[in-house]
Antibody, heavy 117, light 110 residues
Framework: EVQLWESGGGLVQPGGSLRLSCTAS????????MTWVRQAPGKGLYWVSV????????YYADSVMGRFTISRDNSKNTLYLQMNSLRAEDTAVYYC??????????WGQGVLVTVSS | QSALTQPRSVSGSPGQSVTISCTGT?????????VSWYQQHPGKAPKLMIY???KRPSGVPDRFSGSKSGNTASLTISGLQAEDEADYYC??????????FGGGTKVTVL
């Protein structure tokens, strides 16, 4: 059974940084691209970033480019999202998801990030 | 990267069919056969219901079906059941390894 578990969320001040982690099990992590999707309170889903299976290529939504960095450690079956220069509008539940590809067939339970002073 | 357009809500009685539309552009929905649909119950993670426009993952009931015409994709739920009440989101590949979601549709079972 595929399992994804996010951690690292919390309250951070505007301009601050936070690193999210997503630990995977139940599949061969190193052979799948992985994605981060977020959902602001009471709002819809928003695609944030994707990383290829090897970690060699990364892609971002315009709103987070230059501030967020996606990475992975295939030896630890773990996906990361380093978030810098955080803004109030980054407040959301962040989900990691396994790529099918071109769709997202398994999701974590999500982790809440709150950016507020 | 503008969001895809979905109706805010649709409703139907048990046993009826409902269809949710998802309108994009030739740069996303119309340009690729990579539309997917997700079901989300309150407080829960999204669940993949349809991928590659028409395909159902193992375990998803066959009363869920997907289609696409031009820049508009659709999700149809036939034989509506109480447990289908949830939010539904469409998503399309938009090229250059980017994806775009719709704003979401709340399905209410009357």
């Amino acid at each position: 059974e595929v399992q994804l578990w996010e951690s690292g969320g919390g309250l951070v001040q505007p301009g601050g940084s936070l690193r999210l982690s997503c630990t995977a099990s139940g599949f061969t992590f190193s052979t799948y691209a992985m994605t981060w999707v977020r959902q602001a309170p009471g709002k819809g889903l928003y695609w944030v970033s994707v990383i290829t299976d090897s970690g060699g290529s990364t892609y971002y939504a315009d709103s987070v480019m230059g501030r967020f960095t996606i990475s992975r450690d295939n030896s630890k079956n773990t996906l990361y999202l380093q978030m810098n220069s955080l803004r109030a509008e980054d407040t959301a539940v962040y989900y990691c998801a396994k790529d099918r590809p071109y769709s997202f067939d398994s999701w974590g339970q999500g982790v809440l990030v709150t950016v507020s002073s | 990267q503008s969001a895809l357009t979905q109706p805010r809500s649709v409703s139907g009685s048990p046993g009826q069919s409902v269809t949710i539309s998802c309108t994009g552009t030739s740069s996303d929905v119309g340009g690729y056969n990579y539309v997917s649909w997700y079901q989300q119950h309150p407080g829960k993670a999204p669940k993949l219901m349809i991928y590659d426009v028409t395909k159902r993952p193992s375990g998803v009931p066959d009363r869920f079906s997907g289609s696409k015409s031009g820049n508009t994709a659709s999700l149809t739920i036939s034989g509506l059941q109480a447990e289908d009440e949830a939010d539904y989101y469409c998503c399309s590949y938009a090229g250059r390894y980017t994806w775009v979601f719709g704003g979401g549709t709340k399905v209410t079972v009357l």
